[in-house]
């Protein structure tokens, strides 16, 4: 298996407390991002302290109440499953504090990791707060909802969006990169993908490689599968009759998002719709 690829592995923290993903600088590639999917069930509490890292809460599903010990956050969280499509509640807490949360309902959580120096404060960033955008053209359409961006300056280092890609679409694409600290055309920043799919028995395709092929993986993804992109392009391919739904967590020495398109394939952007 590719080791770009992970595979669920659930583990049983407590009882009602199952760490679904664990993406760390230990066991991955990456140094600027780790990732966390934490599955509780009802009235299940996880807690943890923040060295020199901030995090985003996603509530993915279900309900939630989030605290940093010194506000108190009730109620969050929008959906039953990411593919009712609508935006969801998030928390930002920053490095050297502590944060519980509490599960309301059956809940689902993606907890995103990147290193920072600089304190900032606890936000809730509600669904509401979340722009939406509709990108792409012909067989290259997506719908986005942007919950900690770049234009955003709550975060140090994070970046975190959520992607839908509908039957027969492509994503990422045309193919784009952004592995080179060579402001203002580009800017590194790592990435991983969260999937799911609507059905659940579907799959995506998922390539990753450089313009050298010295790294070149072309992955089959599932639901629940997350994706490490170190460096590279990194295209997502939708087959007929399946939604595909993913998280992105990025960052990098630059809280900056610039993008370089392959310029083998950039000639898609010229067509007329």
Request: hydrophobic share 30%; aromatic share 8%.
């Amino acid at each position: 298996m590719s080791q770009l690829l992970q595979k669920p592995k659930e583990s049983e923290l407590s009882q009602g407390i199952k760490i679904v993903h664990e993406v760390t600088q230990e066991n991955s590639p990456l140094k600027y991002v780790e990732f966390k999917i934490v599955d509780l069930a009802p009235g299940a509490k996880y807690e943890e302290t923040l060295g020199k890292k901030e995090c985003c809460i996603v509530a993915l599903a279900g309900k939630m109440n989030v605290t940093d010990k010194e506000q108190t956050f009730n109620n969050i969280g929008t959906r039953d499953s990411v593919f009712d499509k609508i935006p969801t509640d998030s928390v930002y807490v920053s490095n050297d504090r502590s944060f519980e949360i509490e599960a309301v309902s059956q809940a689902r959580i993606a907890l995103c990791y990147s290193p920072s120096e600089k304190q900032l404060p606890t936000k809730l960033i509600k669904a509401s707060d979340n722009g939406i955008e509709n990108r792409g053209t012909r067989n290259n359409k997506r719908l986005v909802h942007n919950i900690l961006p770049d234009s955003d300056p709550s975060a140090n280092s994070l970046l975190v969006v959520e992607v839908y890609t509908e039957s027969a679409n492509w994503s990422s694409y045309p193919p784009h990169k952004h592995d080179r600290d060579h402001l203002p055309e580009e800017s590194f920043l790592e990435e991983t993908y969260y999937h799911e799919l609507n059905p659940r028995q579907g799959f995506v395709f998922q390539r990753v490689y450089t313009d050298d092929r010295s790294l070149d993986e072309t992955m089959t993804v599932e639901n629940g599968d997350v994706v490490l992109v170190p460096e590279g392009y990194h295209p997502v391919g939708v087959p007929e009759g399946y939604t595909s739904y993913y998280l992105n967590v990025m960052a990098g020495p630059k809280r900056i998002w610039k993008f370089h398109n392959d310029p083998d394939h950039e000639w898609i952007l010229e067509r007329k719709s």
